[in-house]
């Protein structure tokens, strides 16, 4: 059964600083996707990560994925009160018969981000 | 375009009733996907469907939930004699035929309260 496992799960920060939240996951899979959540709200796509390797950057966030370690980590920069909110990460674990993902999802637990003066 | 669209956004029931969500996918969409989400816990897929077809529901408990995706109209999930353990926020989303790059557009939830 693929685990899915985020460190921290709470997270306090002070506005300008920097800080790393980590994903790691039991089992070889293709895609890595990060979410914002905030709260009583829906889901946010930040990132899809496709490949090891890979880093994408949007604004303050930063992701990347090494494939090899089951890794995958969102760099914050320069935390502002904005950025205050749940964030998931998410690992396709679905296979169809030819090997390709299918979208099934399974999400860490969450870290609860707070970003304060 | 619009999103992921569900309905009810919220919905009580009293145990022993039935709980009826609704999702309509992204325009261009044919892939939906099911999710629950307890109190102060992340998301678990329960189905995922494309149109008339149920493609994986290891994630549904195996008595009293459904879920559809008629040809015409929106995906339901269907949850008969609910129980207070099934007040949740279950949330719908939708991908558009695999391509790379894509990611599963999320709608805003039904949250269901069992009295």
């Known amino acids: 059964e693929l685990k899915v496992e985020q460190n921290p799960l709470f997270l306090s920060m002070q506005e300008g600083k920097n800080y790393t939240i980590y994903c790691n996951y039991s089992t070889t899979s293709d895609r890595l996707y990060w979410y914002r959540q905030d709260p009583g709200k829906s889901l946010e796509s930040l990132f899809v990560l496709l490949s090891n390797g890979a880093v994408k950057q949007e604004g303050r966030l930063m992701a990347s994925l090494d494939t090899k370690a089951r890794l995958s980590t969102l760099h914050i920069t320069a935390a502002v009160h904005d950025l205050s909110a749940t964030y998931f990460c998410a690992v396709d674990s679905g296979k169809n018969a030819g090997g390709t993902s299918y979208g099934k999802l399974t999400f860490g637990q969450g870290t609860i981000l707070t970003v304060h003066p | 375009n619009a999103g992921v669209m569900q309905n009810p956004r919220h919905l009580v029931r009293r145990r022993g009733q039935e709980a009826r969500l609704r999702c309509s996918p992204m325009?261009?969409?044919?892939?939906v996907y099911w999710y629950r989400q307890l109190p102060e816990e992340g998301l678990k897929f329960m189905v995922y469907l494309q149109k008339e077809n149920i493609i994986d529901e290891s994630g549904m408990p195996k008595e009293r939930f459904s879920a559809e995706f008629p040809k015409e109209g929106p995906s339901i999930l269907r949850i008969q004699q609910v129980v207070r353990g099934d007040s949740a926020a279950y949330f719908c989303?939708?991908?558009?035929?695999?391509?790379?790059?894509?990611?599963?557009?999320f709608g805003p939830g039904t949250r269901l309260l069992v009295l």
């Open positions: 989303a939708s991908s558009p035929p695999r391509t790379i790059q894509e990611t599963q557009y």
């Open positions: 325009k261009g969409h044919s892939h």
